[in-house]
Antibody, heavy 115, light 113 residues
Framework: EVQMAESGGGLVQPGGSLRLSCVAS????????MSWVRQAPGKGLEWVSA????????YYADSVKGRFTISRDNSKNTLYLQMNSLRAEDTAIYYC????????WGQGTLVTVSS | DVVMTQSPLSLPVTLGQSASISCRSSQSLVYSDGNTYLNWFQQRPGQSPRRLIYKVSNRDSGVPDRFSGSGSGTDFTLKISRVEAEDVGVYYCMQGTHWPSWTFGQGTKVEIK
């Protein structure tokens, strides 16, 4: 069974950093592109970042470019999102999603940026 | 950037009746391989999104056949036949044609009258 589990969220002050993780199982992780999508409280879905399966090409939304870094460790079946210089508007649930069309999502991890 | 526009944004439905959600894209979603990567997601209250439909009209495994997708080019529709209580939630269309930059519609909240 395909499963993804995010972790690493929490409360952080503006300007701070967090590292999110997404551990995957039930599929050949290294062969799939992976993405991060966020959802601010009471709002819709916003694509944040993506990484290809094996070549490690990375992509970012303009809103996070230069502040967030996506990476993966295929030996650990784990996707990461390093978030620096966090702002209040980054407050959201962060989901990892499998594949080029989001065929499966994790349960999400909440990031709150507040002083 | 591709803009996805859904309507309506709120959809009260009577149990057992049908519901339709429209999604329009600002650009054609036909990819160079001939496929159209338009997907539909369901987000039940308190849950993460779940893909229901991929490439316009293909149901994901375990999705009831009450859900159907149609459309082409820039105009797409999700239809729910015989709405059940478990269908309550927010539905999003999403274009994957211009991967990696996914864009989502605003979401349509389906509720029971």
């Amino acid at each position: 069974e395909v499963q993804m589990a995010e972790s690493g969220g929490g409360l952080v002050q503006p300007g701070g950093s967090l590292r999110l993780s997404c551990v995957a199982s039930g599929f050949t992780f290294s062969t799939y592109a992976m993405s991060w999508v966020r959802q601010a409280p009471g709002k819709g879905l916003e694509w944040v970042s993506a990484i290809s399966g094996s070549i490690d090409n990375t992509y970012y939304a303009d809103s996070v470019k230069g502040r967030f870094t996506i990476s993966r460790d295929n030996s650990k079946n784990t996707l990461y999102l390093q978030m620096n210089s966090l702002r209040a508007e980054d407050t959201a649930i962060y989901y990892c999603a499998k594949g080029r069309t989001g065929e499966r999502w994790g349960q999400g991890t909440l990031v709150t940026v507040s002083s | 950037d591709v803009v996805m526009t859904q309507s309506p944004l709120s959809l009260p439905v009577t149990l057992g009746q049908s519901a339709s959600i429209s999604c329009r894209s600002s650009q054609s979603l036909v990819y160079s391989d001939g496929n159209t990567y338009l997907n539909w997601f369901q987000q039940r209250p308190g849950q993460s999104p779940r893909r229901l439909i991929y490439k316009v009209s293909n149901r994901d495994s375990g999705v009831p056949d009450r859900f159907s997708g149609s459309g082409s080019g820039t105009d797409f529709t999700l239809k729910i036949s015989r709405v059940e209580a478990e269908d309550v939630g927010v539905y999003y269309c999403m274009q994957g044609t211009h991967w990696p930059s996914w864009t989502f519609g605003q979401g349509t909240k389906v509720e029971i009258k």
